[in-house]
Each structure stands twice: as C-alpha cells, then as structure tokens.
C-alpha cells in the first residue's frame, strides 16, 4: 500500500446532507491533493495544498470545501451535493523538491461517494 | 493547456503474450509522463514513469517509451500474468507544476 489512507472507504448521503471525507498521509509529504474520479471520464485533479496551503483550486463548485490542517492531514467537507456528485473522491500526496522536483504523486484507496 | 489521449479504452490478451497501451499529448512543453494502475477497490499505484530526458524506460517486465516529436509515449508489458489485469493510466504533466493530466484509461484482461 501506499502510505495514504483515506476514511470513510464508502459514503452514502442525501442532497442536505453535511459530511466529510478524511485523508492522511504517512509519507512525510509536504504536498496533498483531491482528486475526484467518475465513471467513463479521466481522474479530474480538485485541490492542490502545498505546505498547507492551497495554490490550485480547479474551478470547483463551493459545496466542496477542503481544509487542510497540517501537511499529513487533509478534509473534503461535502454540503448541499447533487447526484451527478456520485464519484470516487482520491487523495494523492507528493514530495516537493523544489526546482525541476519529481512531483510522483502517490494516491489513496479513495472514498466512494454516493448522492441520494 | 494539456490533453492526454489514451487507447485503446479495453484490451484482452492471452497469458504470455504482450500488451501495449499508447498515450498522446498535446502540450510540447509537458516533461513528465507516469503509468498507473488500478486494481479494483484500490486507488491507482505508480508503476512506471518517465521524463522528456530520455527515451525509454524499463522496469523488469514493464518499459515506457516516449516520442516526444510525435508528442506519444506508450506502456509495454511483455509475459503478461493474471495479475496484471487491471485498468491502467498514463498522466503527463510540466515537471513541478504539480498538475497531472491523465487519460481516460485502459482496461486490460488477461486470459488464462
């Protein structure tokens, strides 16, 4: 396995619904990302937080909101989803080298989420 | 910015033999192409990578090759096993920007 475990592995919620998914990461990164991944369509990157901050946002809708208290732990807080919301969310961390770095991201199990 | 084009989308392929899945890319400037693959229930694993640096890379029964003219670079896996039944990804990216573009995905069956 990779070092990056991810809670809860499945999730299923309503549309009024308020939840959130868990990551950490045991890799002594200093970079973590969401990703969302959907049936029949390529991973789409979300969030980048680097050093705890977030640089990319990827033009995600505000009923996601990351939050990412130190570099080992990263959230996705979930609110007022929609169905076409139903994916599997993955979380990758990464190691920045500075410069020209090696950037291999290494990826969670993922949280299946299910919007009812 | 980047667009990666994966083929084939389903690949079946008798024990033993080969199996080959291409990628191309659209951004001149990417330098940095990793494979991952995808077992079910699990999120997806490095199994391979390279950089614009070189022109081919080989891992035991696993090489990547990039053409970056042709802007296309390409998974070989050579033997294959059971266990190598999966669904594969290539991703491009500018080396340190952090932002992994990757392909719809391959998923390959191996026929004992």
């Known amino acids: 396995e990779t070092g990056v475990t991810q809670t809860p592995r499945h999730l299923v919620m309503g549309m009024t619904n308020k939840k959130s998914l868990k990551c950490e990461q045991h890799?002594?990164?200093?970079?973590m990302y969401w990703y969302k991944q959907s049936a029949k369509k390529p991973l789409e990157l979300m969030f980048v937080?680097?050093?705890?901050?977030?640089?990319e946002n990827n033009s995600v809708p505000s009923r996601f909101s990351p939050e990412c208290p130190n570099s080992s732990h990263l959230f996705l807080h979930l609110h007022t989803l929609q169905p076409e919301d139903s994916a599997l969310y993955l979380c990758?961390?990464?190691?920045?080298?500075?410069?020209?770095?090696?950037?291999?991201?290494?990826f969670g199990p993922g949280t299946r989420l299910t919007v009812l | 910015g980047e667009n990666v084009e994966q083929h084939p989308s389903t690949l079946s392929v008798q024990e033993g033999d080969s199996a080959v899945i291409k990628c191309t890319y659209s951004?001149?400037?990417?330098?940095?192409f990793p494979w991952y693959k995808q077992e079910l229930g699990k999120g997806p694993q490095l199994i391979i990578d390279?950089?614009?640096?070189?022109g081919e890379k080989k891992d035991q029964r696993i090489a990547v090759t990039l053409n970056k003219t042709a802007k296309h670079f390409s998974l070989h896996i050579t033997e294959t096993q059971p266990e190598d039944s999966a669904v594969y990804f290539c991703?491009?990216?500018?080396?340190?920007?952090?932002?992994?573009?990757f392909g719809q995905g391959t998923r390959l069956t191996i026929n004992p």
């Open positions: 937080y680097n050093f705890k901050e977030q640089t």
């Open positions: 991703a491009a990216s500018l080396q340190g920007a952090q932002k992994l573009v």
């Open positions: 990758a961390s990464s190691q920045l080298a500075g410069g020209l770095g090696t950037d291999t991201q290494y």
């Open positions: 390279i950089r614009s640096n070189v």
């Open positions: 890799l002594g990164h200093n970079a």
């Open positions: 951004d001149s400037a990417s330098n940095y």
